[in-house]
């Protein structure tokens, strides 16, 4: 195996904001949220996103 071979493939870029609809809706609120309705993965809406960083940034 070469050195600059990996064993598993690189992540997916994380999408970002798209400029206009469709959005995805917030699966915890059902408010839209930044992202494109193809976004892989689970998008939430900025308050919601705000909140889940808030809590896993407390959880110790």
């Known amino acids: 195996m070469d050195r600059d071979e ?5 992540p997916a ?3 970002g904001p798209v400029p206009g609809p469709p959005y995805a809706d917030c699966p915890e ?3 839209p949220t930044e992202y494109g309705v193809a ?3 689970v998008v939430l ?3 919601c996103e ?4 808030q809590r896993t940034a407390c959880s110790g």
Do not use: I
């Open 6 to 10: 990996s064993y598993c493939p690189a």
């Open 13 to 15: 870029a994380p999408a």
């Open 29 to 31: 609120c059902g408010r």
């Open 39 to 41: 976004t892989p993965g």
């Open 45 to 47: 809406c900025p308050v």
């Open 50 to 53: 705000w909140q889940e960083a």
